[in-house]
């Protein structure tokens, strides 16, 4: 509802609005006529909207409520579907039941305002409620009531500052009830400043309604944001959000915030930070245009002693290791370039994972066949015979006769 001040302005927009279409003797004075008994009776009532879903099975609603309020003499009264009226026959239930909310009906806030018999219904705006907010975390040297309106105000208008002990009795915490505007985010924390330090302050909200672990509005689940797609929020892979269930006084799990602010952390550099970047070695143009013509690769080799590297033809190494010899490492490149691994480089693109050479090795036997190129060459072989005990033939190659044994 509005006050004086706002009803004034409005009046006067429509004035402005109408011109001379209305005077002055158009309005009607009723204070005089209105009777005494119906303001009194007007006194015990409360009006109550659903927040987020205002179709709600009423039966379901009602029953549930009664025995939430554990009051029987009450009447509720539909005006539109979600918004409803509740008279109470003791002005002693009408103020407990208003300064023990907020209520919920399946997860889905009821917002109740006291009923002003001179304000029409239509008139009443939902769009704040009033929460109890614990302030976790704050020193002993701020528990004082000051302190804590401070802080809390930040959320809202602070209504009333409470200092609660603990179930042992011997913390203390500090909890305010505000009155925070629904059409704004959830407050998660704050900062204080203490003495030379800044530390970090958990907010914890009483009997908080579903409300969205993406952008923190009362309301919705985070499957239908308006805001924040599901599929951005992070929450299908189990990735932290920035709001959670942390949220509610029931919970005792602390917030990310409070986690990485009185969390370990890791004053060193990272591996990342402390390994310098691989280098790009610019390739010859040369023999990058040789090699491609004739289809072979480059060998990039670098020597951990001398921090040098040198780049020759895949086919010059093969062509080395089968003469027996050792591929000279260059002196001639500058330093400052320097590799951790072997790479084999096509010519003209992208690096590409090494090729495994196969290993040289000068001093292992090799066997190989001889091929016959001409059939003639079995009829010319000279072949000997013998008979007796030990009978038998030999067969030697065109170019060496054989010898008996």
Known sequence: ???????????????????????????????AHIPARDKQADEYLLYGKLFSKPNANFQAFWETMKKAWKVDEVRCEVIQQGFFAFSFKSAVDQRRILQTSPWSFSSNLLVLQEGDPTVPEHCYEFNHCSFWVHLMGLPRAALVEECIRMIAGKMGEVEEVRIDARTNGSRKI??????????????????????????????????????????????????????????????P???????GSWLKAEVKNSSPCWD????????????????????????????????????????????????????????????????????????????????????????????????KLKRFAPYEKRVSLTTLDDMDQLLDTPIQIWEGESAGALVASPNKPPRKP
């Open 260 to 355: 990485t602010f009185y969390g370990e952390i890791d004053l060193t550099l990272t591996e990342d930070e402390m390994v310098p970047e691989t280098p790009v070695i610019p390739s010859n143009e040369e023999s990058n245009r040789k090699s491609s013509s004739e289809g072979g690769q480059a060998l990039v080799i670098y020597n951990p002693a001398t921090q040098l590297i040198s780049e020759v033809s895949v086919m010059d190494e093969y062509a080395a290791q089968k003469r027996g010899k050792r591929i000279q490492q260059s002196s001639e490149q500058p330093k400052g370039r320097s590799m951790q691994e072997i790479r084999v480089v096509k010519s003209g693109s992208k690096q590409q994972p090494p090729k």
């Open 237 to 243: 892979q189990d990735k932290p959000g920035r709001y």
């Open 1 to 31: 509802m509005e006050g004086t001040q706002e009803n004034q302005l409005r009046l006067l927009a429509l004035c402005q609005r109408m011109g001379d279409l209305w005077t002055g003797d158009d309005i009607t004075e009723l204070n």
């Open 174 to 235: 500090g909890k305010a009830k505000v009155r925070l505007n629904l059409l704004h985010p959830l407050k998660t924390g704050t900062i204080i400043h203490v003495g030379d330090r800044n530390w970090w302050i958990d907010f914890k909200y009483e009997r908080l309604p579903h409300f969205c672990y993406s952008c923190g509005y009362i309301g919705h689940y985070a499957n239908y944001c308006p805001t924040i797609p599901y599929e951005n929020s992070g929450l």
